[in-house]
């Protein structure tokens, strides 16, 4: 079995203590180890970004912006090799898997615009004979910390950009599939990444913590669980680093009477199931406005769940593979029992699902709930698996308090033909990305990503111009050089421009 290595100032490093399983979830067959960095490997990555640090952040932004077209480059170049990683630990289709990393070499483009997006902002005569000018400087060390899901793109959508903005970085991906993230941030250096600069280090809480402890790390992103998200929020910033988190979902999708319930039914097959739903933007309540929406509904989503496409996910044309592992599949299987038992209606039961050939996989078909309240456990909680609850309200207004009162906030949509009924909801709804008749309203690349309430803790989301912020610190140099001594008595007064 092959062990995956750190990538620590730009050499890959075996691991020198525990190591953990990495599964073929389709196959249920462990494939790799990979090492969990003690403190001490941590530390030594910590050691080379902080040496890497004053030769990068001195380099003109448009020649840290020559590294990331080679490394946009390169991950093109090596689109199948990283989608058959992906697929292959993960358990997502290839064609899912392809799509996270083209959304992620968006980011990669987007930071590529480093000169324009530090150019800074200058104002002259900003007081008499005075300009003034604000700067954007890197934070330092930045660290990452991140969840299985999106191997590929949740990193990317972290490094290129602080590493674009002057900072260096290190990395700790999920234990769970490194492999493709390790590919990625070694086609970086392969770019031209001077060592130290981008850093990787494989581990789980131990390593975090490191990370949380060091002094030397500036500021933190993290994506993942809320529980991890809290955590790590609170221990950073209470060491005075910059921490933005992003946390867990649940994300509701109202159905109105005059939706067009064909788009709505193919836009929520995909947000439910999609990537087994192991999406943090993945739709797992659909709000149905009035019974006989939801009736309708439901009569068309369930032949189309029975009939999902469930398959090995390094196999082409399939709807989904298994979940990650074996004790996730088992959790979400938990919160099915709890439906049934809570008095929620269990339309479709994928739990008895049997993958010919893979018997060992960890998969689990779709199922779908009606008369889900919000009382119930599978309401209130992140299931992360193929599994839509419907929940019945009776007008927009109920829909919007319901969505409103739940402690997650990060996505949500409307699917309806009313203009007035789109923009009540996109003007009150508590969360922060929104879409109408869109089902998955992930933002592009030069927006940026966050929710609100308990799924992200810290004031700025991630990439695009918030995560520019994020990774630099502002400095304002005000500026005077008189022709002459102008002024030879002493001002005790505040100056005003009057
Ligand atoms: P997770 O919280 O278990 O792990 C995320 C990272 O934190 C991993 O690198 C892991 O090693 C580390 N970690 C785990 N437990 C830790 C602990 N006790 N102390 C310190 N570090 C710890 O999340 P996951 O299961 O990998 O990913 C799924 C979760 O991520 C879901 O809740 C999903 O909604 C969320 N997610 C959110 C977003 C978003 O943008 N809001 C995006 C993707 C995933």
Redesign the pocket.
């Known amino acids: 079995m092959t062990t995956i290595t750190h990538l620590i100032n730009g050499e890959m490093r075996a691991p020198d203590g525990r190591t953990s399983r990495v599964f073929n979830p389709a196959t249920g067959e462990a494939i790799r180890q990979v090492g969990l960095a003690s403190t001490a490997t941590v530390q030594a990555a910590i050691a080379a970004a902080k040496a890497a640090l004053p030769a990068w952040r001195n380099l003109p932004p448009a020649k840290r912006a020559q590294v990331l077209f080679r490394f946009k480059q390169l991950l093109e170049a090596n689109e199948q090799e990283i989608v058959r990683l992906i697929s292959e630990e993960h358990g997502k289709t290839p064609e899912d898997a392809a799509g996270e990393l083209k959304r992620g070499i968006e980011n990669v483009e987007y930071a590529s615009a480093a000169p324009e997006l530090l150019k800074g902002e200058y104002s002259r005569n900003a007081g008499p004979d005075i300009d003034s000018w604000s700067d954007f400087h890197a934070v330092g060390v930045v660290a990452g910390?991140?969840?299985?899901?999106?191997p590929a793109m949740?990193p990317l959508w972290m490094y290129p950009l602080a590493i674009a903005c002057g900072n260096t970085f290190v990395l700790?991906?999920?234990?769970?599939d490194p492999s493709s993230t390790l590919l990625i941030a070694s086609l970086f250096q392969q770019a031209g990444l001077p060592p130290g600069v981008l850093n990787v280090v494989n581990g789980?809480?131990e390593a975090?913590d490191a990370l949380i402890d060091s002094p030397d790390v500036k500021a933190i992103s993290f994506?993942?669980?809320?529980p991890?998200a809290e955590?790590i929020y609170s221990e950073g910033t209470r060491r005075g680093k910059r921490v933005q988190a992003?946390?867990?979902?649940k994300n509701h999708a109202v159905v109105m009477p005059d939706a067009d319930l064909d788009n709505a039914v193919s836009a929520l097959m995909g947000a439910a199931y999609g990537s087994c739903g192991e999406r943090?933007m993945a739709i797992s309540v659909a709000v149905c406005v009035g019974d006989a929406v939801a009736d309708a509904l439901i009569a068309r989503l369930s032949p189309k769940i029975t009939a999902l496409k469930v398959g090995a996910g390094t196999q082409c044309g399939l709807d989904m593979g298994p979940l990650v592992t074996a004790a996730h599949r088992d959790k979400v299987a938990g919160y099915i029992d709890d439906g049934v038992a809570a008095g929620a209606k269990l339309v479709v039961d994928g739990r008895n699902l049997r993958v010919d050939g893979y018997e060992n996989g960890f998969f689990l078909g779709g199922c779908l709930f009606d008369r889900v309240t919000p009382a119930m456990r599978i309401y209130k909680e992140?299931i992360?698996g193929p599994v839509l609850c419907v929940v019945r309200a009776a007008s927009l207004e109920e829909a919007i308090a319901l969505i409103n009162q739940h402690e997650y906030g990060?996505g949500t949509c409307i699917f309806t033909r009313d203009g007035e009924a789109a923009r009540r909801f996109g003007n009150e709804i508590e969360a922060g990305m929104v879409g109408v008749n869109v089902p998955l309203p992930v933002p592009v690349a030069f927006h940026s990503?966050g929710?609100w309430k308990r799924?992200l803790f810290g004031d700025l989301h991630a990439y695009g111009p918030d995560g520019v912020r994020f990774y630099t610190r502002r400095k304002t140099i005000t500026q005077r050089w008189p022709a002459r001594q102008t002024q030879d008595v002493a001002q005790f007064a505040f100056p005003s421009h009057q």
Do not use: H, M, W
């Not at 910390?145 to 999106?150: A, L, V």
């Open positions: 910390i991140t969840p299985f899901n999106f949740v700790k991906p999920s234990e769970r789980d809480k975090v994506v993942g669980s809320t991890v955590y992003l946390g867990g979902a943090c992140e992360f990060n990503f929710g799924s």
